[in-house]
């Protein structure tokens, strides 16, 4: 554009100095004419690279999935075609759920077993609770019989003393006094056997506690609102669940699949560095790198403009989303080692501008990888920034043209 420029400029000095002599060309005129073109165009550009920046460094970035499967198994279908365009949702590859399916039917019948022995472990606490009642009730039972049995043992042996003396003075009847003593034989008999039975009723009321305490204990332990081992168990089904389910692959968004290799039959591992397949997005990310001292002028919503060379002759419109401001040069690594200041020339550092396709625009097609140029339009100087712009579509156009020689 600069050569354009001289080139009109040199045209109407020839017409005005030499073709048609409208002005007579002196040393003094000459000096002017030849100063004025240098420092016009030097404020020209400075002016266009404060408020008009450029950069012959615009990217397209997309995201790229590393599909890594979840489960290990062998692949029995792969629907996708490399390099076509994969809507959201729709299956990458399927793995054999087979035996996936056998886990979850195995967890769920274990599931059933499991509650079904809660129940019953619960039926047992109650019949131990109910026991424990009924041992109650007789020890209580025997410690009365054992208190109207000494009662009645302590009756006899007054009766035994009393018929013994009479006997003896001859006042009374020895039968009688034999008939006494074989009562308090039979009484403290009685005591010693229903003593042996309240020892063994209060054993049963001890286990029956043990038993239903232990129980109690099983049951009451809870996660989840589950008893725990029908928890655990539960736990294992949804593991084995998510696992089936997780034997389809889908895509995560729009894109597309590069570099396919997967075939079925093969097998995959859901080994976290061994992925089956890249997955590009088929959202974009555009940004210029320019230079820092550029950026001052430039704020968000600025209209931009970019060439592609996939793009030969187009201008594509856009407009500034932000400016990242940061960049590697301005981190430093944590190491044990103190950080570098000199020894290798670092080179400038830059900063990208994050740039989004105009409405009308917004549908086109942009290439992982492609590159090109990129102008930013501010709101000083508005006027100058036609020139600008005149650049941009030259560049645009001098893309038709394929510089190699083979």
Do not use: C
Request: glycine share 6%; charged share 20%; no cysteine.
């Amino acid at each position: 554009m600069e050569i354009i420029l001289l080139g009109i400029y040199g045209l109407v000095v020839w017409l005005v100095f030499f073709k048609y002599k409208w002005l007579p060309w002196t040393m003094t005129i000459g000096a002017m004419v030849i100063a004025f073109p240098i420092l016009a165009l030097t404020t020209l550009i400075l002016l266009l690279n404060v408020y008009a920046p450029s950069t012959h460094d615009v990217r397209v970035i997309k995201y790229v999935v590393q599909i890594v499967p979840r489960v290990t198994g062998r692949v029995i279908e792969v629907p996708v075609e490399p390099n076509r365009l994969v809507k959201k949702g729709d299956v990458l590859f399927r793995v054999d759920p087979k035996p996936f399916e056998y886990e979850v039917q195995r967890l769920q019948a274990l599931l059933a077993t499991t509650q079904a022995g809660v129940r019953a472990e619960g039926e047992d606490l109650r019949a131990a609770k109910a026991q424990i009642d009924v041992s109650a009730n007789r020890v209580n039972s025997i410690k009365s019989s054992i208190e109207a049995s000494r009662a009645r043992l302590k009756l006899g042996e007054l009766r035994l003393n009393q018929t013994k003396q009479l006997a003896e003075s001859g006042a009374g009847d020895q039968f009688e006094a034999e008939r006494w003593d074989t009562d308090v034989i039979q009484n403290r008999a009685d005591i010693a056997a229903l003593l042996t039975q309240l020892q063994g009723a209060e054993n049963e009321v001890t286990v029956s506690q043990a038993k239903a305490a232990g129980l109690g204990q099983k049951l009451s332990a809870e996660s989840g609102g589950d008893q725990a081992d029908v928890a655990q168990v539960r736990a294992q089904l949804r593991d084995a669940q998510w696992k089936l389910s997780e034997t389809t692959a889908y895509a995560p968004t729009d894109g597309y699949v590069i570099n396919l290799q997967l075939r079925a039959g093969s097998t995959v591992s859901q080994l976290p560095m061994n992925p089956v397949m890249s997955f590009v997005e088929q959202n974009h990310i555009i940004i210029g790198l320019f230079h820092q001292n550029e950026l001052h002028a430039v704020e968000a919503d600025d209209e931009a403009e970019i060439t592609l060379e996939t793009y030969p002759g187009r201008i594509i419109k856009t407009k500034v989303d932000s400016i990242i401001w940061a960049q590697g040069q301005g981190q430093l690594p944590v190491s044990g080692t103190l950080p570098q200041t000199g020894e290798l020339p670092q080179p400038e550092g830059r900063f990208a501008v994050k740039l989004l396709l105009d409405d009308k625009d917004k549908d086109t097609f942009l290439a992982a990888g492609a590159h090109g140029e990129g102008a930013i339009y501010t709101h000083h100087l508005e006027a100058v920034q036609i020139l600008r712009k005149v650049i941009m579509r030259i560049g645009a156009d001098l893309n038709w043209f394929i510089w190699k020689l083979h």
